[in-house]
């Protein structure tokens, strides 16, 4: 249904991509009414944010559209979506496996999945327009935000005729990407690093190239790591099996599409001469940037509005659609009367320290250390040495295994005081507060990830059933909704080191032990931010 400008919404959003997309269907499903207002009727076809982790494609299971997403895929399902990275040129003969996310895939409910944005935005409109509780109007712009003590207002131009309309939410939030209007007009300030580098994006079609490349089945994102580039990425990714594909890498800053040979450019990463006919030229500038606060009064920002990135590891698109996750229950607490304007401050506290650990604990550093390693280590003058050293720097894809956004010293989980929430972290099946709950089997045979419910969730396992009633109890106290599982434990109580484990709406652990010792009540509060 198109936007009502005379109602007042609970939660406004500016910017229709994929996090705002997300963030509106996670509204929506909880019966929060949600306006969309984006830029764009028609999607871009530019193929960038591809790579979505296991935690991404839980999203869209609990979105309701997972299978719509895998039917999207624009690669058959029957190849795979590895990772190369290379030394020079793709062809030189030095090269691993790089981003093996199958390592990691115990430790959540669903597969991996790779595909064009374009294709995960369409998935994602389609769904929000099956929900009565959005309306979505295409064409708009944001110009102003104005707030009070009740609502905040959008001020929006039309595309087409200039014609100004202004939208009211109790809520707004702006997913405008990283050029954001919403964020400028609310005051929200950045942090900024520049890079001093200008890159170019190119989107190609290459049969030959794809010829050349049967010799790595299953491989569908290459990175080259020449030397002189000083760490910065030569960087390819298939869009479909056979003939497209699109490329980034530094270029000189004053080149222009007119003054540049990109076709010499991209053999030189190759390695060897190719048909190439290029579809797009853009280019963006390398820097990271965060705003310095997630929240001003009645408005919020989420994905690139909020911080933005090199697209070195597929990590913007996920940070994004783990923002929209974030927000949004928290968010319809409020609005539904369980959860405090504490809560929302939470937002902010959980969110950014995992973009900024993000930023330099992984996409920074691999600059740095690609960067290293190269004026370090050459095979023109000892290529033994340098074979050993490239055959042993990714063992163990400790850049995969290490990556576990976490919310551990979060004042609204029952975690380490003297911690912070971060990306840096391990995967372990045992529950812990502030990190994602392992899927693991129930005593009844079923996946613990089949009985979730929508809000909080609490598993009372073995002996630990006795205390559920307790919670339940205090649970109605606060007026929020606790769905309760009580089962003999199975699989999980062993795993999950727990026979109580209080699970978040996002999937996230809030506390586990195996008595709460008569503080089901705080604990619950605590998890709300309530007094």
């Not at 300030?189 to 989107?203: A, I, N, P, S, Y």
């Not at 479909?240 to 010499?264: I, M, R, S, Y």
């Not at 539904?336 to 920074?364: C, K």
């Not at 972290?425 to 929508?454: I, K, M, Q, V, W």
């Amino acid at each position: 249904m198109s936007i009502q400008f005379d109602k007042i919404y609970d939660v406004v959003i500016v910017g229709g991509g994929p996090v705002g997309m997300g963030l509106a269907i996670e509204l929506g499903q909880r019966g929060i009414s949600v306006a969309v207002a984006e830029k764009y009727p028609t999607l871009h076809h530019v193929p960038k944010g591809q790579n979505l982790t296991q935690r991404t494609v839980e999203h869209f299971h609990f979105w309701g559209c997972e299978a719509e997403l895998r039917s999207a895929r624009t690669v058959p399902t029957d190849y795979g979506i590895g990772g190369m990275t290379s030394y020079d040129t793709l062809l030189s003969g030095y090269h691993y496996d790089w981003l093996q996310r199958h390592l990691v895939r115990p430790y959540y409910y669903t597969d991996n999945e790779r595909l064009p944005q374009y294709a995960t935005e369409q998935v994602l409109r389609d769904r929000a327009t099956e929900i009565p509780t959005v309306d979505i109007d295409y064409g708009w712009s944001a110009e102003g935000v104005t707030q009070n003590s009740d609502t905040a207002t959008v001020s929006l131009r039309a595309r087409d005729g200039g014609e100004v309309r202004e939208l009211t939410g109790r809520y707004l939030v702006g997913a405008d990407g990283s050029h954001s209007t919403v964020r400028e007009v609310a005051g929200i300030t950045q942090t900024k690093v520049e890079h001093d580098k200008k890159m170019v994006l190119l989107v190609f079609r290459s049969t030959d190239l794809h010829e050349l490349l049967k010799r790595y089945p299953d491989k569908q994102f290459y990175c080259v790591l020449k030397p002189e580039m000083q760490g910065y990425w030569m960087f390819f990714g298939r869009v479909d099996l056979g003939t497209t594909w699109f490329f980034h890498a530094p270029v000189p800053a004053d080149t222009t599409k007119e003054n540049f040979d990109f076709k010499a450019y991209v053999e030189t990463a190759v390695g060897a001469e190719i048909d190439v006919e290029f579809d797009y030229v853009g280019f963006w500038d390398l820097r990271f940037a965060i705003a310095d606060n997630y929240r001003a009064g009645r408005v919020f920002v989420a994905g690139d509005a909020a911080h933005s990135h090199p697209p070195y590891g597929g990590y913007g698109i996920n940070t994004g659609f783990e923002d929209a996750r974030n927000l949004g229950w928290k968010l319809a607490a409020v609005l539904q009367g369980w959860g405090s304007d504490a809560l929302l401050d939470s937002y902010d506290v959980e969110r950014r320290p995992v973009f900024a650990s993000t930023a330099d604990n992984f996409i920074e550093r691999f600059i740095h250390e690609d960067r290293d390693f190269l004026n370090r280590h050459n095979p023109d003058t000892d290529e033994p040495a340098f074979r050993h050293a490239w055959d042993t720097r990714n063992e163990g894809s400790a850049e995969v295994m290490a990556f576990e956004p976490n919310y551990d010293g979060s004042p609204i989980v029952a975690g380490h005081v003297d911690a912070t929430p971060g990306a840096l972290g391990s995967h372990e099946f045992r529950a812990r507060a502030g990190h994602h709950l392992a899927p693991r089997t129930l005593g009844d045979g079923s996946n613990a990830y089949h009985r979730l419910g929508p809000d909080f969730t609490l598993f009372a396992l073995g002996h630990c059933a006795a205390e559920a009633a307790v919670f339940r109890a205090a649970a109605n106290r606060l007026g929020m909704t606790l769905h309760v599982v009580k089962d003999t434990g199975g699989e999980a109580r062993q795993d999950w080191q727990a026979g109580l484990v209080l699970v978040r709406p996002d999937q996230y652990v809030a506390w586990a032990g195996d008595s709460a010792n008569g503080n089901a009540q705080a604990i619950l509060s605590r998890a709300v931010a309530e007094d």
